[in-house]
């Protein structure tokens, strides 16, 4: 799969993801999809079951912000933040591509932190 048909297929897939289409969301994973939330320690193993585990998630988000996608080959990683009850969560997605879609994906998710006055004079804030 070319790397344009690849970024457009995961354009689809987080305006899909932002707009509560889990059926469109769900269109770039293999069958046999993996995906790992390493933090947690599970593993969802296939397309249905991860399809069926977002559809039930409690805390269905209210905001959905794409910072930025990279990637070359079969390899492309999406940094974003989703709101869950008011509350952002900062999100890395490493997916993995073969014959077009994504056969592991792998997610980290991190909670926002106050930053420490001590460093204010190296650092800015960014928007």
Not at 42 to 55: D, H, K, W
Not at 90 to 102: A, L, P, Q, R
Request: glycine letters at 8%; one cysteine or more; aromatic letters at 12%.
């Amino acid at each position: 799969m070319e790397e344009e048909q690849i970024r457009e297929a995961l354009n689809a897939h987080w305006q899909a993801s932002a707009a509560g289409d889990v059926n469109a969301e769900h269109d770039i994973y293999d069958d046999d999809a993996i995906c790992d939330y390493p933090q947690s320690g599970e593993r969802i193993l296939g397309r249905n079951n991860l399809q069926a585990l977002r559809s039930h998630h409690p805390g269905k988000p209210s905001g959905f912000n794409v910072r930025r996608i990279v990637g070359k080959g079969n390899l492309w990683i999406t940094e974003y933040t989703i709101t869950y009850q008011g509350r952002p969560a900062f999100t890395v997605s490493i997916m993995e591509f073969s014959n077009g879609k994504v056969v592991h994906e792998t997610q980290y998710f991190a909670d926002p932190f106050e930053a420490p006055a001590w460093r204010s004079q190296w650092v800015q804030q960014m928007a």
